[in-house]
Every structure is written in structure tokens, then in C-alpha cells.
């Protein structure tokens, strides 16, 4: 089974730019479809991106959209979400996912691998 731990959470200013990495072990990363989510204080946990595919097709929420670039390297066995023009209300707890190549979603139910979370923090 894959293990994923994510990284490259802090605190930035709005405006700022900052980069996770979801590192995976234990199974190869292009094996899988892969999301990032993020929970804030009192809401409940939400899609942020997903990629999947060879030649890989991303999603985004609208919220990020335009904003946020995920990606992947294979040689690394690590998935990336670039993030930009960050603003306060994208400060949450960032979990990147896995799920079977056959599920196509954006339902953090049916993910079945999960990281820790890193922390993001956005301020004014």
C-alpha cells in the first residue's frame, strides 16, 4: 500500500506563492489518481485538485483555479500543488489523496490514501 507524507506548509502573506510536495513509498504514484484537499477550522474537508492519467489530466476547484498548478515527477515519486496569489481564505490543512486509477472523482470519500496534512497559512 502507498504511503504518502506531505510538506512545504507556513505561513505567507497574501499575495505569496508556496509550493507542497506529497511524497509517496511503498507504491508508485502514477499508479494511482491523485487529489489535493484542504480542511479549514470549522468546515469540512474539500477538493482542491486532482491529476490522473498518461498524459495526465488535472481539475481544479473554482476557488483555485487559475491559482493553483498540481503536478507530478516520477523520477521523485512525488506530487507537487504550486500555489499562488494565495489569500487568507486559503488557509487550511493541506492532505494530498489516492485513489485506483478506475475511480475519477473529487469526493474525499472515496480516496483511499492519505497523508497527514501540512499546514498553510495565509495572512492579510
Known amino acids: 500500500q502507498v504511503q504518502l507524507v506531505e510538506s512545504g506548509g507556513g505561513l505567507v502573506q497574501a499575495g505569496g506563492s508556496l509550493r507542497l510536495s506529497c511524497a509517496a513509498s511503498?507504491?508508485?504514484?502514477?499508479?494511482?489518481?491523485m487529489g489535493w484537499f484542504r480542511q479549514a477550522p470549522g468546515k469540512e474537508r474539500e477538493f482542491v485538485a486532482r491529476i490522473r492519467g498518461n498524459p495526465s489530466i488535472t481539475d481544479y476547484a473554482d476557488s483555485v483555479k487559475g491559482r493553483f498548478t498540481i503536478s507530478r515527477d516520477g523520477a521523485k515519486n512525488t506530487m507537487y500543488l504550486q500555489m499562488k496569489s494565495l489569500k487568507p481564505e486559503d488557509t487550511a490543512v493541506y492532505y494530498c489523496?489516492?485513489?485506483?486509477?478506475?475511480?475519477?472523482?473529487?469526493?474525499?470519500?472515496?480516496?483511499?490514501?492519505w497523508g497527514q496534512g501540512t499546514q498553510v497559512t495565509v495572512s492579510s
Open positions: 489523496a489516492a485513489v485506483s486509477r478506475l475511480v475519477v472523482t473529487v469526493r474525499p470519500s472515496r480516496y483511499d490514501y
Open positions: 511503498g507504491g508508485t504514484l502514477n499508479d494511482y489518481n
